[in-house]
């Protein structure tokens, strides 16, 4: 073992872990790290050491010896409003590299990695990929609903209707009271719940890990097993990049298709395959939504809270569902396949136990996840568009968009920042027939934050969520419903045909034709070969903005990101495209 190897080179190793509290039989057994992103940030993490404490009993039930290493996530719910949420992509970057340092610098056998939310997540899967030492991830869970089936997302939604004065603060202050009731990931069907879903729909987490309600022992219990499974690992070598294959991302986007997953998931698989040379084009991810239906009716794409999808049977029912879709014969991190795994999954009672919790509710399994051959839409939740507006691509979860909109030309509204356009939604400055753009919010524009409170403000406003639509090269909220288009590529920041866009432009949607396109100028409808035109002369009269960032991390994050539709990950000078496997 790697950790063994390294002690005759590193003599003060022995004494400095001895001053730490280990013994000297610690020295000889099996040395797991635990990360986490324990910290008092949000529920999200609060809850996580109680996770690590059972990871560190697994690891020592197997015969190995654990060391606690934390890396604190933010909340974007926290950094929403105000210019906290322009950190909130490159905490990604950062959370990563972090445990990249806590690996590389001190030797480990094998890695346990429990994290909860939308950032830490991909963060650590990212760190699995790159170090490539055998590993286990453990979703910290899902908090429970609060009264009436309250849920974080509806926030947004009570915010824009107290600044339009159709609800009273004392109302107002009821419903962020209550929101979230406990620790652990919102409940709701948002980026952190998607990329839980993700992990182990990657093979990388135990089969059913993901989404456990926080308030639910099982959890304990499933962390506990995986403290003993990575000593195993470490002794059985099993490394990341003979489970995180290209077949395990196809697995994965098929899951992310069923269960309608966040749109920043288009960010975050990609981020953790380049770390393994495998490219995951967007047009994959079209390609897999358009044959895999859209299954699971919970928020904000569906009607219930987060914590009952693992009360219907969670990732491995789900699994089941598109079966005949999947690689069923690619190994997971429990050393067998999927097909063995969810062959256990029905043996050992799993779905028996999650289906207890539903008694009482009066909900039925196939309320919450819909049969293959009744789902609530026969494709999945996302679309890529492409056009001479987005050439590398945009991205839009078509799932929670009217039909109206499906096919549409509207009139470009042109902002260079959110709060321009939220006030103008806010203040009835948008009119029916309009397209909102808010540009230079990719990764090298600002760090590429969440359109949250606009995308709220329209979705809450029954005149415009049917009638507009939101266009941006920054992306969205997980729990974002409504008319809304964003990753837009090449962003604005890198002179990409949304930063030539103009107030009265035309702009033509059709999402079953996957186009998005500039159509019309000031009004007009003018051929392919005008609109060309024009946005040549355009372009040559184009500045691009100097950076607001002179120093610090996002100084860094927004000169070395790359575009929203390759997975708005940092590279180097001299960093290598990944291979096309």
């Known amino acids: 073992m ?43 993490s609060a809850h996580l050491n109680k996770l690590v404490e059972e990871a560190d009993k697994g690891v020592s039930d197997g015969g190995g010896k654990a060391a606690n290493y934390y890396v604190t996530d933010i909340c ?25 340092i806590h690996v590389k610098a001190t030797p480990f056998d094998a890695g346990i990695f429990i994290t909860s939310c939308d950032k830490s997540v991909p963060a650590h899967l990212m760190a699995i990929a790159r170090l490539n030492m055998p590993s286990i991830f453990v979703p910290g869970g899902i908090m429970k609903a609060g009264p009436d089936l309250l849920t974080l997302e509806q926030i947004g939604k009570y915010n824009a209707q107290f600044a339009r004065k159709e609800i ?23 980026t952190a719940s998607t990329m839980q879903v993700m992990a182990e729909a990657l093979g990388m987490a135990m089969p059913g890990s993901a989404l456990i309600p926080t308030n639910v022992h099982y959890l304990k219990d499933i962390t506990r097993r995986a403290g003993e499974r990575a000593v195993t690992l470490a002794q059985e070598e099993l490394l990341p990049s003979e489970i995180m294959t290209r077949e395990a991302f196809e697995n994965a986007i ?42 699971l009716n919970i928020r904000p794409s569906g009607f219930w809270p987060g914590e009952y999808f693992w009360y219907a049977g969670g990732v491995p029912a789900i699994m089941e569902e598109i079966k005949d879709f999947l690689h069923l014969n690619i190994r997971t991190v429990t050393g067998k396949t999927v097909g063995e795994n969810l062959d256990t999954m029905r043996q050992n009672g799993f779905y028996e136990g999650c289906h207890k919790y539903l008694q009482g509710l009066g909900v039925k399994v196939n309320d919450i996840i819909k049969p293959l051959n009744d789902p609530i839409r026969p494709q999945g939740a996302i679309a890529i568009l492409k056009g001479n507006l987005a050439p590398e691509g945009a991205v839009v979860k078509h799932a929670a968009i009217s039909p109206k909109l499906m096919q549409v030309t509207l009139k470009a509204r ?6 321009e356009a939220l006030n103008a939604v ?23 934050p969440e359109m949250f409170y606009t995308t709220e403000a329209i979705a809450s406003d029954p005149e415009l969520i049917e009638t507009i639509a939101l266009i941006t090269d920054g992306r969205f909220s997980g729990a974002t419903r409504g008319p809304a288009i964003g990753h837009v590529s090449p962003e604005a920041s890198e002179g990409g045909p949304i930063a030539l ?40 009269r184009w500045i691009k903005p100097e950076s607001p960032y002179k120093n610090g991390i996002l ?4 000169r070395n990101s790359v575009s929203p539709m390759k997975g708005g990950y940092m590279i180097s000078d001299n960093d290598q495209p990944a291979n096309k496997k």
């Not at 269960?259 to 490219?279: K, T």
């Not at 042109?414 to 709060?419: G, L, R």
């Open 76 to 100: 974007d719910g926290e950094a929403q409003g105000h210019d906290g949420m322009n950190y909130s992509l490159v905490s990604r970057e950062i959370m990563a590299a972090m445990i990249e």
């Open 168 to 190: 009273s603060e004392e109302q107002f202050m009821a419903y962020k009271r209550d929101a979230c009731p406990d620790c652990g990931a919102c409940s709701f069907m948002g």
């Open 501 to 540: 866009v103009e107030e009265g432009d035309l702009i033509s949607i059709d999402i079953p034709a996957r186009k998005l396109e500039i159509s019309g100028i000031a009004g007009i409808p003018q051929s392919e070969e005008e609109i060309n035109r024009i946005l040549s002369e355009r372009r040559k």
């Open 2 to 44: 790697k950790s063994q190897e390294l002690r005759s080179l590193a003599p003060e190793l022995d004494s400095l872990r001895l001053g730490s509290g280990w013994s000297i039989d610690d020295l000889s057994k099996p040395q797991i790290i635990v990360e986490s992103s324990y910290g008092h940030s949000h529920p999200g």
């Open 414 to 419: 042109v902002f260079d920042c959110e709060e």
């Open 426 to 448: 806010l203040n009835k400055d948008i009119q029916p027939g309009e397209a909102v753009f808010i540009r230079y919010e990719g990764p090298k524009g600002s760090g590429m």
């Open 555 to 558: 100084n860094i994050f927004t």
């Open 254 to 295: 098929m899951v992310h298709a069923a269960i309608a997953g966040s749109s920043n998931s288009l960010l975050h698989l990609p981020a953790i395959a380049h770390e393994l040379g495998i490219e995951l084009r967007p047009e994959l991810f079209d390609e897999i939504h358009q044959k895999i239906p859209f299954l």
